[in-house]
C-alpha cells in the first residue's frame, strides 16, 4: 500500500479506532435515548428493543464492509490494478472495526448506563443476569459468571496469540485475496481440527463476554455478531471453492469450521502450545 508508506501507516489504526468508537457510540447513545428524552412516551415505549436495534443496524454495516473484500475483488482489480488492495483496505478493515465495536458493547450492562435507570421496566429486566433469574443467589452468580467467562476469553486470546505467530500478519489481513502470487498453502495440524481457528478464537471472545453478563441483551447482542460472522465467512469460503475447487468443497465437508470435536482437543492444545 504505497500511500500509506513510513509515519503515514499510523494514519490506519487512527482512522479504524476512530471508526470503532464512533460506532459504539451510537448504540451507547442509542441505549440511553429515552433516558435523556424521558418526556416523549414512544422513546419510553420502544426503550427495551433500542439496544438490540442499534447492534443489528451496526452488524449489517460491518458485515457490508468486511465482505467487501470479496464481493468487489474483480470489479477493483479490474480498475485499479495493483492498487485494488489499497483501495479496498480501508473499507474492509472498517467493516472488521464496526464488528469489532460490538463485541466491546457486550462489555457495557444497559441499566447501569448514565444519565441514570432504565425509564422502562423491561429494560432492567432484560439485563438482569438469567443465572439470577433463575433464582441463584448472587455470589454464586458472579463467580460462575467471571470464571467461565474468563476460561472462555483465555482461550480466545491464546487462540487468537497462536495463530498470529503462526500464519502472520498478511495471512490475517486476506493479501493473498487480491495478490494470489504472493500468497501459499498454509499447511498445520489445526487444519484438520477446525477450518478457521482465527475466526474461532473472535468465537471464544465472544462468548466469553456474553457468559460475563449472561443477559437477554449479552446473548441477543451475542448471536447477532455470530451471524455477521458466519455471512463473512460464507462470502470467504465461495471464493475459497472456486479457487481450489472440489477439494475444498470436500474438506469443508469434513472439518468443522467454527468448534472442535472432542476427539481433536488434543490437537487444539497443541496448536496453542505451537506444537503441531
Partial sequence: MPAFGGRKIIAIPLLMLFIASLSLGFMLFLDILPR????????????????????LLVAIIGVLGVTSFW??????????????YQKIFPRGASGVFILMSLILHLLFSVRSLPPGPPVNPITIEFSKSLLYVLSIPVEYDVVIRVVLGGILMLFGFLTMRRAIMTFGVDYMLVVYLYFPEEGEIQENDIYSVIRHPTYFSGVLLILGLMVLRLSVYS??????????????????????????????????????????????????????????
Fill in 71 to 84: 464481493r468487489n475483488k474483480d470489479s477493483m482489480i479490474a480498475k485499479h490494478k495493483e492498487l485494488a
Fill in 219 to 276: 446473548i441477543t447482542i451475542s448471536i447477532l455478531i455470530l451471524l455477521a460472522l458466519s455471512v463473512w465467512i460464507r462470502v470467504e469460503e465461495k471464493e475459497l471453492v472456486e479457487r481450489f475447487g472440489e477439494g475444498y468443497a470436500e474438506y469443508m465437508s469434513k472439518t468443522p469450521g467454527l468448534h472442535v470435536r472432542i476427539r481433536d482437543f488434543g490437537k487444539y492444545i497443541r496448536f496453542l502450545k505451537g506444537s503441531s
Fill in 36 to 55: 435523556i428524552l424521558n418526556t416523549i412516551q414512544f422513546l419510553t415505549f420502544l426503550e427495551p428493543i433500542l439496544p438490540i436495534a442499534g447492534s
